[in-house]
Each structure stands twice: as structure tokens, then as C-alpha cells.
């Protein structure tokens, strides 16, 4: 079996990337595309009492280097501190059985993060903006 690549082709596929990786806010958005359904499914997993630990569950970007885009899902401190209940719920502690919430969310959403991602980036990869 032959395989060949047109230099044009090659070129497109070159140009596309730069305008990729020098779009941070293109990179973003599909970080952030992705990353908003795992926050969801955080908040619907949450063992809560309060009602507000859920309330809490956020994407937050986080600083990085040039070229790359980082976020933080998790929840926030909120206005009663209630961001470190997160991780006692999530791995218990010695009267608490865990509730774990974020790796189920992981486990359930993480399979379509590459889709959801592509979806944003799609546009450009295939010559667009």
C-alpha cells in the first residue's frame, strides 16, 4: 500500500497548526469546551448537604507556559471556605466513608474530551479563521 503527501497539503496542514498554537484564545475555548461537561457531571455526582458545594464547582484558567492553556476543575473556596470539603468527600477521611465524585465524572466524561475539543478546533484545522 502507497502512501503519499501532496506538499500543498503538507503546507495547509503546517499553516493551519501555526494559526492553532498561536490563537491562545482558540486553544482556550476548546480547553474550556471540554472541561465544562467534566464540571457538570461533578456538580451531579456531589454528595452535598449544604447545597452549595456543587454551587462551588468550577473551571478555573490556570497560569502556564506560552503556547499552552491550562485549567483547574475543582471546586473554589466559595464564601464559607467550602472548596477542601471536595476532597473529603471525594476520598473520605476516618468517620466518612468516601462519595467519590470527580473520578466517576472523569470515568463517564472523559472518553469525548478529544471530540469536544475538535468541534472548536475544526474550523481552523480544516482552513477556516
Do not use: W
Not at 501532496?6 to 498561536?22: F, H, Q, T, V
Not at 470515568?107 to 471530540?115: K, Q, V
Amino acid at each position: 500500500m502507497k502512501s503519499s503527501v501532496k506538499s500543498g497539503n503538507a503546507k495547509e496542514a503546517l499553516l493551519a497548526y501555526e494559526r492553532l498554537i498561536s490563537n491562545e484564545n482558540l486553544l482556550r475555548k476548546a480547553v474550556h469546551a471540554a472541561a465544562e461537561p467534566i464540571a457538570e457531571a461533578i456538580r451531579q455526582n456531589v454528595n452535598n448537604v449544604t447545597g452549595k458545594t456543587d454551587a462551588d464547582i468550577t473551571v478555573l484558567d490556570a497560569p502556564s507556559e506560552a503556547g499552552t492553556v491550562t485549567v483547574l476543575i475543582g471546586a473554589t473556596g466559595g464564601k464559607g471556605g467550602r472548596g477542601f470539603i471536595l476532597n473529603f468527600l471525594e476520598h473520605g477521611t476516618s468517620k466518612m466513608r468516601a462519595r467519590p465524585c470527580v473520578r466517576p465524572a472523569l470515568d463517564s466524561e472523559g472518553d469525548a474530551i478529544g471530540e469536544r475539543m475538535a468541534e472548536v478546533l475544526r474550523p481552523v484545522l480544516e482552513g477556516g479563521a
